[in-house]
């Protein structure tokens, strides 16, 4: 019954930006954490970054300073904002959540299908 869906992704020049969001949708209670992660053509999928419910996040080193992850609690969103992009950030993105549906249920995970970023140089 839960899903996500990400939107956002395109074809964008060097230097340029991107906002990715992903919604999650069906039964929920509670969201911890949400996560972007990127696989590049031919890599392996690797973590980008995290948003814990709290307010806290965590970076990769190779985005640091350039990408800023949020959420919006009210509306089971997550974003990624993405300055200053390189040619190496180009991959498919996918957004990640940990989700429960009542308050004492097992948490699961699930995965977007994924958007597209190229950057081109």
């Known amino acids: 019954q839960v899903q996500l869906v990400e939107s956002g992704g395109g074809l964008v020049q060097a230097g340029g930006s991107l906002r990715l969001s992903c919604a999650a949708s069906?039964?929920?209670?509670?969201?911890?954490?949400m996560a972007w992660y990127r696989q590049p053509p031919g890599k392996q999928r690797e973590l980008v970054a995290t948003a814990f419910r709290g307010g806290s996040t965590n970076y990769a080193d190779s985005v640091k300073g350039r990408f800023t992850i949020s959420r919006d609690n009210a509306k089971n969103m997550v974003y990624l904002q993405m300055n200053s992009l390189k040619p190496e950030d180009t991959a498919v993105y996918y957004c990640n959540a940990n989700i429960r549906a009542t308050v004492s249920g097992p948490w699961m995970g699930y995965w977007g299908q994924g958007t597209q970023v190229t950057v081109s140089s």
């Open positions: 069906g039964r929920i209670f509670s969201i911890n954490p």
